[in-house]
Every structure is written in C-alpha cells, then in structure tokens.
C-alpha cells in the first residue's frame, strides 16, 4: 500500500474524537543531503517535529510556520501551502491526561535557525540526515511520514 493511500485510509478511519493539529517539517538542503530539523518534547524529551493546534483567523500552513518559529527558532526560507502527509500520535498534557491526535505536516525549507525564540531552552533541536530521522522518532506515525519524506526526498534528488 503507498503511502498516499495508507494516509487517506488513516483519515477516513481516525475516531472521531482524534483531535487535529499542524506539524512543520522542518528541512534544509546540505552539501552531504537532506536534512530534518527534530526537537524534544517539553515532557517526556522524545523527538517530534515542532507542532501545535490550528490557528483561528490563519490558514493552517501559517500556524505551522509560527508553530517553527516559538518551538525550534525557525526561519523559513518557503513554506508549502499543502501538507506533505499526517501522521498520528498521542499528546502528553502537563496534567497527566493524553489524547490521540492526527497532525498534517506542512514542509518547511528553513533558511536559519535563530539562537533565542519563545521555547529556546525548553526544548532540544537537531538537524538530522531524513533516513535517521525516522529512527529517532518513537512514535510510529511520525516515523512512516519521515520514511515517505525521506523517499520522496530521494527520488527527486
């Protein structure tokens, strides 16, 4: 099953009570490849792509671009006005309580990275090569995204 068709199977069958987010996939071109831009979580420390609730008033590629900015210090060189894909994960609250949520990741091609941002010291960030990024990812919807990204990113190299 291709990835496009494994997405659309994940939305018509998501609960309905999966609440929705926006993801930014953070990458930049290298002289040795792609790379992805990974941060930890505030709570638990596990990698995740910089991410957040959509924004009243903003298209949902723009709240992942803020998103880029508070969580990681992104700034972004182009950002797609259409997701890449989403994937899905359980959202840890500071209150002890989880929920599952479907998150779209809308690709981010970062121009700098800047030293102080909203979370700077909340959170790590590393730039990562988009074949290891999947396998620092423990959740197994953000690392099926990262292998298609990581795919595609190879056959249009």
């Known amino acids: 099953m291709s990835f496009m068709n494994l997405q659309a199977r994940l939305m018509k069958t998501a609960p ?3 609440r929705r987010q926006v993801a930014a996939l953070c990458h930049r071109q290298t002289d040795t490849g792609r790379e992805v831009l990974l941060i930890t979580t505030r709570g638990t ?3 995740m792509l910089p991410k957040g609730w959509p924004m ?3 298209p949902d590629h723009e709240a992942a671009r803020i998103e ?3 969580e990681a210090g992104v700034r972004p060189a182009r950002v797609a006005e259409k997701p890449f894909g989403a994937f899905d994960y359980v959202k840890n609250h500071d209150d002890g309580t989880s929920e599952r949520c479907l998150a779209d990741a ?4 970062v121009e700098t990275l800047a030293e102080d941002f909203p ?3 909340q959170r790590r ?3 990562v090569p988009v074949g290891k990024a999947a396998d620092m990812a423990e959740d197994r919807g953000l690392r ?3 292998r298609a990204f990581a795919a595609s990113t190879t056959a249009n190299a």
């Open 45 to 47: 420390g596990r990698w």
């Open 106 to 109: 809308y690709p981010i091609e």
């Open 56 to 58: 009243a008033g903003k």
């Open 144 to 146: 099926d995204l990262l």
């Open 119 to 121: 979370e700077a010291g």
């Open 16 to 18: 309905a009570a999966m």
């Open 68 to 70: 880029a900015w508070e």
């Open 125 to 127: 960030r590393q730039w």
